[in-house]
């Protein structure tokens, strides 16, 4: 029998009622019969007619079963023999409704069966409620089930600034001097990462860029790229990411199909259709930013705004564009800024290529709290003593990888990760690759989350050596 979602409780009643009674006309049918006509389409079956048992036992004078009224209620575990994996018995008199279920052991657990009765009851007390509402619509969630999941989702918090536009402003008028990002020699500072935003700004007004639009930005990590996209969101525009290193044919792709009126570019793009303007990124001139205060005036960006559009890798098929708004990557940089106890001054990797979501976290974190940007080449993915060497001359404080990056490099860690912050994400985490991150003696946190729902989803600190499989806890 299938079952109709759309359709109420009472017409599923009537529709298994039917059912049931037309089985009952071939009663006398032996199950060896049964068993003949099954093995007849499928030699290879050696399993049972069926493996779980529903048994309704009405009272001697025909009581309905009524969950909506006054009657008691009594669910029972029996812990007894069982010939099916489950069986459900379900008895009702005048005074009380009583839900017994018999298991096999050797499938089920005892607290497991408990909670499934517990959400029987409470989809049978929500049908009852309404007997004509669509079954499809029903909850299977029992009330310790729902309690645990408000816990988790008790997650509402206030996130001040409410874009990081506006955080990196701040820090700016803070410390102007500051180091905010530092590229092999060449260090910049807030007041000169700023003056080149602003200048970028400037030429993407002239290029009659608004807000709402999408500025494509094709640039190599460095202090270049930070003030192009800090420019764009100046204009109230967003920016969409791009790898000048990935194939033609992708990055054409991404850029006819976001709809960008303008792309900024650090070399030769000869990739771009010519109906979208290409414009060079504001070098930093520290004499100019000298000269005079840098304008702080927050730009046209706010929270509800998007900030980027990003495609995914298109691995199931074409790529995919992906709108994040100003108020969703607040959230994620404010979150992982509270949870890793970022400062200003500390200095945080820029690792992974500006495609890839997770290269935001690690550009914008700093920023918004007043850190260092520490660029990092592509060798540092493969080369542990490039990646290293950044870390200590630096001291980088917080590091952030795939796991094939950190097999790669974890070999020679060498306690150089001792007291850092360690993100693996982006592909599941081996536990093998977990006890060796760990025994480094860093904080290692286990980070997941699809692009649509802005870099990590959801993250856990492993504070013990796992041991086959495993599962860290969130806090």
Known sequence: MNVDLGSGFRALVQATQGAFLGAVEHADTPVDLVLADILRENVSWRGAVFRHMFNYLPDEDGTALLLGGQQARTLDVDRG????????FVSSSPRQIRIKAAYSTEIHDGADIRLLLERYESLLLAAARDLDRPVGTLSLLSGRDQ??????????????????????????????????VQDGDQALTYRQLWHAATANREALDAAGVVPGDVVAVAAARGGALAAAVLGVWLTGAAYLPLDPGHPHERLAYQVEDSGARVLMADGPCAWLDSRCERLPLAAADPAAAAEAAPDLSPG????????????TSGSTGRPKGVELSHGNLANVVGHFADSLSVASGDAVLWLTTF???????????????????????????????VLFGLVHQHDVRVVQATPTTWRLVVDEADGRLAGRQVLCGGEAMPSALAGQLLRTGCSLHNVYGPTETTVWSTAAEVREEPAGRWASVCR
């Open 81 to 88: 023999h069982s010939r099916f994996d489950l069986e459900f």
């Open 147 to 180: 309690a645990v999941l408000d816990r988790a989702n008790r997650t509402e918090r206030a996130v001040t600034p409410a874009t990081v536009l506006a955080a990196v402003a701040g820090r700016t008028a803070e410390q102007p001097d500051a180091v905010a």
């Open 300 to 311: 046209l960006s706010q929270a509800a705004d998007r900030a980027y559009l990003i495609y």
């Open 355 to 385: 495609a890839f979501d997770i290269s935001a976290l690690e550009l914008f974190l700093p920023l918004a709290r007043g850190g260092r940007v520490v660029v990092a080449p592509d060798e540092a993915r493969t080369d542990a003593t």
